[in-house]
């Protein structure tokens, strides 16, 4: 019976040691521009009320936090219909998921997010919203 326990218990340890270490990124809005921005976050929920951030010109809002095990660098827009991007109430940006081109819903897209820090086990991504984007 010791034998078993001894096993088990050196399985367990083993299996513990051998699971991937947590590996972190940060998804970050870079607002460019001289405007500061409104962005609204709309949900598809019915009773689930919009997000909003103000991201001041020249600065960045930190979108997400995401740790996970593994080499796990991702981050999805769950639960989100559409993004709008605002200059003094005024839309001049709207995204949806199947937005063609440069699209702030496509985490995963090197050209839409690029990575501006990496390390073994942290990433940085960068959405940079710029003047000449806005047009």
Known sequence: MKEI?????????????????????????????KENLEIYFFSFEKNQKESFVEINSNNYYNQESNC??????R???????SIQIKISDVVVKTYYPDSPGKNIFNTQDQDSWRISESKKYYRKFVFEITEEYLR
């Open 5 to 33: 326990k001894l096993v088990s218990l050196t399985i367990l340890v083993l299996s513990l040691f051998a699971c991937d270490p947590e590996s972190c990124a940060d998804y970050l809005i870079k607002n460019t521009t």
């Open 68 to 73: 996970a095990l593994g080499n796990s660098w």
């Open 75 to 81: 981050f999805e827009y769950f639960m989100i219909d």
